[in-house]
Nanobody, 120 residues
Framework: QVQLMESGGGLVQPGGSLRLSCAASGSIVSINTMGWYRHTPGKQRELVARITKHGSTNYADSVKGRFTISMDNPKNTVYLQMNSLKPEDTAIYSC??????????????WGQGTTVTVSS
């Protein structure tokens, strides 16, 4: 079994910064991709940023230049550094991983979500 544990959400003023972390644990053989999604009530979940095991990244247009995703491979942990935060970044942020285990092959796993609120 694989678990994803997020941390780092909270309340921040517009223009501020936060760093989200997501640690994957369990019977992990390899991590193919990890990423962050966000959603707000009434809106579809959207991809914020994703990183592959080779270090390739992609971002939503709305966060390019402000957010940076990175991964610490030995720790199986992905980070999302969020700068210049805007009220429209307010959402529940969920960690996602495409992870390979011997028992189940490559599957998608999700964290429980962490809330980010950008407000003055």
């Amino acid at each position: 079994q694989v678990q994803l544990m997020e941390s780092g959400g909270g309340l921040v003023q517009p223009g501020g910064s936060l760093r989200l972390s997501c640690a994957a644990s369990g019977s992990i053989v390899s991590i193919n991709t990890m990423g962050w999604y966000r959603h707000t009530p009434g809106k579809q979940r959207e991809l914020v940023a994703r990183i592959t095991k080779h270090g390739s990244t992609n971002y939503a247009d709305s966060v390019k230049g402000r957010f940076t995703i990175s991964m610490d491979n030995p720790k199986n942990t992905v980070y999302l550094q969020m700068n210049s935060l805007k009220p429209e970044d307010t959402a529940i942020y969920s960690c996602n991983g495409n992870i390979y285990t011997y028992s189940k092959g490559s599957l998608e796993y999700w964290g429980q979500g962490t809330t980010v609120t950008v407000s003055s």
